[in-house]
């Protein structure tokens, strides 16, 4: 496939390891934010051929991840209202509230269809005028503008039985959390690339300028990765910090201003809780007061249950930097991809199932 | 966090939508977050939307940092076999 | 069981199967053919080696493109047979029907069903109707049993694999699932990727005609072939290395799984076969499974070795390796 094969060329990827071996001498802690960097990361085994003195942190960015357990639970008790219809992305499926999931629900009988866009959403609305039909809406900046799409469709058309109940967050007001914390000590951030897609470059200037931490935004390719971490040794022998673009197929400095447009038309930011970092000031963001009538979170008057966390879970620290799933005491044994306990097993692209599933070996195991 | 794919637009329809190659699959994708698509340029295609063209000035761009890493012949000869392929 | 209820994944091939089959089945109907755990039963009648099995065919969309429901009916039952190197011979068919089920639909699965049969040499001997209420079931399910004559001297097992052993794939991997999934509703994209559905007997019976040193033979179908040769590698006790370079995978396939976010090694197959087969021997057996038409993109794709135990690593393009594990639950297709 062409702008992606490319990208896994193993003589170009030699290459650039051998190039990372000859300048990289500082100890180093990079953090890939995006939770698909994650997966590409542990998939090839990107850590193997890395010298030792570079290590890489996973950080919270996986929305599934990131949803709160009572973001969860409230979605669930909407599934299960009568007249219906609850469509989702299939990452959604498996991920535990406090005491279940959509995917058991599916099983108790309540109407959850799994969609591969919001396209087929608004399909199910207008095929069951009868039916009240919401959209699970979690993603970041790279879903958010598809989203609002949807929502304006709906009105052109005016479609009155498509809802959507958000859960969308913003990153880097996430990354500006995590840095005020200041629980890990960063060299560099991996920034994401589809995200950036949308956003450009400027919105992660502060953290080159006010944190001194370099960042490089980066495709998924394995060769975009190594390249990505190519331009953060340099920068970090170099004393610089600055925002790079290492993903220039993609992302452009602007980013896709017609898509930020369409977002800031529909949604407006807001409050938001993030799992294991708590309530982050306009993180999230939600209907504008205009878009009220498609708000699942104000249409549906659901009894949610109090929320529970489960004891002995390291999400939080985990999608914090803090922790690494190895070091999570349920790792692998209560908790496994097929009886998650925490999000970062479920999510394909949480820290831990990437972990679990493409567990890294040593030669000589 | 955002599974996106490289797609080819290989027919504009009716309402902002466009048939768009991905690997062997075709599938509708909405162009509305994307400004004058043309048919043969590529897009990526996140839920069933075009989030962004494919830089193809870029690409060459970074293709061309890698040439400076190591030896031009040999990047040279790997560009061919792509295009062959 | 952590679950209570049965949910969609417990059928998916996956872990959750697993359990289901230790926890459950194999309490109550245990003895020493059944642990096993093959996909056929060996059995003893009078001192003649015979093949038994049985599989049921749930497949939505019933009709796809390379096949439909009918002709997966007798290929997977005639797979599994030819998996312990039997030569398939008679099968049973059972319908349950849902109320309002078109006759022409019928007439079109029972009619691939004679194709597939006259193909593999099987005959379809005996059979059972069922008529259910509408919504008891979707549209048609097919239940088939087949039996199949082993040879005397052919042992063939899924414990068999040996230290040094090569192992052998027939094809390019995930059609099937591809195909299928491409018809989904909700989820259509058009590919011109077809079902690979097809019966394997012949392929095999070439293999042994060549080699006595063929170890284990499985058809890669739920679960992909990395469950499959998980399960191999925990039969055998032993250790499988594949490379990822050398698994074949259609454009269409790896495209729809770029799209979607699917692993290949997790999507279903419905005409392909894994051999672990004597190194000695293993240049001699692509060779033949080259000729046959089901095997024309054979390629020998790994080996098996000591340890880690029960594990399958994947040596990927970078040189580096990684476990690969069994497919826990269902692959939805997802955004992130």
């Avoid at chain 1, 490089?216 to 975009?224: Q, R, S, T």
């Avoid at chain 1, 220039?248 to 809780?273: I, P, W, Y």
């Avoid at chain 2, 063209?53 to 400076?68: P, Q, S, T, V």
Wanted: charged share 25%.
């Amino acid at each position: 496939m062409r702008y992606l094969s490319e990208y896994r060329d193993p003589t170009i990827a030699k290459k650039l390891i051998e190039d990372i071996k000859k300048i990289s001498k500082k100890p180093v802690k990079f953090m890939e934010v995006c939770g698909t960097h994650t997966v590409s990361i542990s998939k090839n085994g990107i850590r193997q051929v890395l010298p030792e003195n570079i290590s890489l942190l996973s950080g919270p960015g996986c929305p599934v991840c990131v949803t709160a357990n009572g973001d969860i639970d409230k979605a669930i008790a909407i599934a299960e209202a009568p007249g219906v219809i609850f469509t989702t992305f299939g990452d959604m499926m498996k991920v535990p509230g406090s005491y279940s999931s959509l995917s058991e629900k599916s099983a108790d009988g309540a109407d959850i269809r799994v969609v591969y866009s919001t396209l087929d959403a608004l399909k199910i609305a207008k095929n069951n005028p009868d039916k009240k039909v919401v959209f699970f809406a979690v993603g970041f900046e790279t879903t958010a503008p598809t989203i609002a799409l949807s929502i304006l469709e709906a009105e052109r058309q005016g479609i009155k039985n498509y809802f959507i109940y958000s859960v969308h967050k913003m990153v880097p007001p996430a990354m500006a959390a995590l840095l005020n914390l200041g629980e890990v000590k960063l060299d560099g951030f991996i920034c994401p690339g589809h995200v950036s897609a949308i956003i450009g470059s400027k919105p992660y200037e502060f953290i080159a300028r006010d944190h001194k931490i370099s960042c490089v935004i980066a495709g998924f390719e394995p060769i975009d990765i190594l390249q990505s971490i190519s331009m953060l040794v340099k920068q970090v022998e170099n004393g610089e910090a600055k925002v790079e673009i290492g993903y220039k197929r993609g992302v452009s400095s602007l980013g896709n201003t017609k898509a930020q447009e369409v977002m800031k038309k529909v949604f407006e930011a807001c409050d938001a809780e993030w799992r294991g970092i708590g309530v982050i000031p306009e993180s999230g963001l939600s209907l504008r007061t205009n878009f009220e009538g498609f708000d699942a979170s104000k249409i549906f008057d659901v009894d949610v249950p109090p929320t529970k966390e489960h004891l002995g879970c390291s999400c939080g620290e985990i999608l914090r930097g803090v922790k690494l799933p190895y070091d999570c005491k349920l790792f692998g044994k209560a908790c496994t991809p097929e009886n998650p306990i925490g999000p970062c097993m479920v999510s394909t692209e949480g820290s831990c199932a990437a972990y679990y599933r493409y567990g890294e070996v040593v030669d000589g195991v | 966090m955002c599974l996106a794919v490289p797609g080819k637009v290989v027919r504009l329809k009716d309402l902002d939508m466009a048939d768009v190659e991905i690997g062997g699959v075709e599938t509708e994708v909405g162009l509305q977050l994307v400004s004058d698509v043309k048919v043969g340029e590529y897009v990526l295609v996140h839920a069933g939307y075009a989030i962004n063209k494919i830089d193809e000035e870029g690409a060459k761009e970074m293709m061309k940092l890698f040439e400076e890493i190591g030896e031009l012949d040999e990047i040279a000869k790997l560009r061919e076999n792509d295009e062959i392929s | 069981m952590n679950h209570d209820k049965i949910i969609l994944a417990h059928g998916s091939g996956g872990k959750l199967s697993n359990d289901l089959l230790k926890n459950i089945f194999l309490k109550d109907f245990t003895n020493p053919i059944l642990e096993k755990l093959d996909d056929m039963a060996i059995l003893n009648l009078n001192g003649v080696k015979v093949a038994f099995t049985t599989d049921s065919y749930v497949v939505n969309p019933i009709f796809f493109n390379g096949g439909d429901i009918g002709k997966l009916a007798i290929c997977g039952t005639v797979n599994d047979l030819s998996m312990s190197g039997a030569v398939p011979k008679y099968i049973s068919a059972a319908f349950v029907i849902e109320e309002g089920f078109p006759v022409d639909d019928l007439k079109k699965i029972t009619g691939s069903m004679r194709k597939a049969a006259e193909e593999a040499g099987v005959e379809i001997v005996t059979g059972d109707t069922k008529v259910v209420e509408k919504g008891s079931a979707d549209k048609i399910f097919i239940n088939t049993a087949g039996i199949g004559l082993i040879e005397s001297g052919i042992d063939i097992s899924g414990s068999n694999a040996k230290v040094g052993d090569r192992v052998i794939l027939s094809g390019t991997i995930g059609d099937h699932g591809i195909a299928i999934m491409s018809r989904r509703e909700g989820l259509e994209f058009k590919t011109g990727l077809k079902s690979d559905c097809a019966p394997l007997n012949q392929l095999v019976q070439d293999m042994l005609q060549v080699s006595e040193k063929i170890r284990c033979l499985r058809d890669p179908t739920r679960g992909g072939l990395a469950t499959i040769l998980n399960e191999i590698a925990k039969q055998s006790g032993v250790s499988i290395c594949i490379k990822e370079e050398k698994i074949p995978v259609k454009e269409g396939v790896g495209g729809a799984c770029e799209m979607l976010g699917f692993d290949p090694l997790y999507v279903a197959n419905e005409g392909k076969l894994i051999a672990v087969v004597d190194s000695i021997d293993a240049e001699k057996v692509l060779k033949a499974m080259k000729k046959n038409k089901y095997g024309k993109d054979s390629q020998i794709i790994g080996e098996i070795a000591e340890s880690p135990k029960g594990k399958v690593l994947l040596k990927t393009f970078l040189g580096t390796r990684r476990i690969i594990d069994v497919l826990v639950g269902e692959q939805l297709p997802r955004i992130c």
